[in-house]
């Protein structure tokens, strides 16, 4: 049987949970965005005017928004993820909590 050791679990505020939580639903309807720093082109637009999906708002902590765009580019773009994690380790968080929003959104 194996053991697992709850204390040395990596941990996550409410908040940052409900960030995962936007992010899945940002997944869910095909609204994980390109980077921030992209304009977005005219035919994006169009798209997002045809089909109404909406471009995702960021959240207005920075640190929950890395959260948000860790968890959607995990499940669309890994290189963009990688880039991501760069930010969250910058922002504080461990290996192990990175790796735990990487098993949440696979």
């Known amino acids: 049987m194996l053991m697992v050791d709850v204390a040395a679990q990596p941990r996550l505020t409410t908040a940052e949970w409900q960030a995962v939580t936007v992010a899945l639903r940002d997944v869910e309807r095909f609204a994980c965005a390109a980077p921030t720093s992209q304009r977005e082109g005219r ?22 928004d890395a959260i948000r765009r860790f968890v959607c580019a995990s499940r669309r773009n890994v290189a963009r993820a990688r880039e991501i994690a760069g930010e969250l380790i910058a922002f504080g968080y461990s290996r ?9 959104a696979v």
């Open 43 to 64: 035919l994006a637009r169009l798209f997002r005017a045809v089909t109404g999906i909406e471009k995702p708002t960021a959240l207005a902590d920075p640190r929950l």
């Open 96 to 104: 192990d909590q990175i790796e735990a929003l990487r098993m949440v």
